[in-house]
T-cell receptor, first 112, second 112 residues
């Protein structure tokens, strides 16, 4: 059984650019959530996808968008990057949508 | 009302001691309370979780105590080991909303 895989592991982007982060969910999991974790803080919920539909969104602007594919993998897209977007982005998958999430190791995004 | 407040921010305990980390919440609609462990450079890993219908849950060396009337819950680590040194997060979610609300984290150091 494979866990949650995220790519890339590290990324450096320039302010104003766009970025796409990828996540392969754990086998058998149909729900994917994305979180932003700033240094020294707890993760903040961005949004969640269940069977390719967004079914929850946190307090993030529309320039944060996502997709879930038929194989339940997922993408997080961020447009018009800002310096404050620098953080660890975590993907988590679940088979029941409530708790029991398995997290990936994250993508460390640095915006310069 | 969506916040989960976690304390202490950091904790140093001698090997074999029992570190205790506390969390408090306001929203009585929360019905799922997990604890996560995070090592540097890794995503959070689920340690143990509890629902409000029980006051205590044990899994191995980890115990959650839950006080519904006080809206507080805590993590106890029995016979702590240097390998337990990590950042611990409490979280909460509502059954109808899959979003996990996280505490700010506790950096735990177990001294040999």
């Amino acid at each position: 059984e494979t866990g949650v895989t995220q790519s890339p592991t590290h990324l450096i982007k320039t302010r104003g650019q766009q970025v796409t982060l990828r996540c392969s969910s754990q086998s058998g999991h149909n729900t994917v959530s994305w979180y932003q974790q700033a240094l020294g803080q707890g993760p903040q919920f961005i949004f969640q996808y269940y069977r390719e539909e967004e079914n929850g969104r946190g307090n993030f602007p529309p320039r944060f968008s996502g997709l879930q594919f038929p194989n339940y993998s997922s993408e997080l897209n961020v447009n018009a990057l800002e310096l404050d977007d620098s953080a660890l982005y975590l993907c988590a998958s679940s088979s029941d949508g409530v708790g029991g999430y398995t997290f990936g190791s994250g993508t460390r995004l640095t915006v310069v | 009302q969506q916040q989960v407040k976690q304390s202490p921010q950091s904790l140093i305990v001698q090997k074999g001691g029992i570190p205790i980390i506390n969390c408090a919440y306001e929203n009585t609609a929360f019905d799922y309370f997990p604890w996560y462990q995070q090592f540097p450079g890794k995503g959070p890993a689920l340690l143990i979780a509890i629902r409000p219908d029980v006051s205590e849950k044990k899994e191995g060396r980890f115990t959650i105590s839950f006080n519904k009337s006080a809206k507080q819950f805590s993590l106890h680590i029995m016979d702590s080991q240097p390998g337990d040194s990590a950042t611990y997060f409490c979280a909460a979610s509502m059954n109808s909303n899959y979003q996990l609300i996280w505490g700010a984290g506790t950096k735990l150091i177990i001294k040999p």
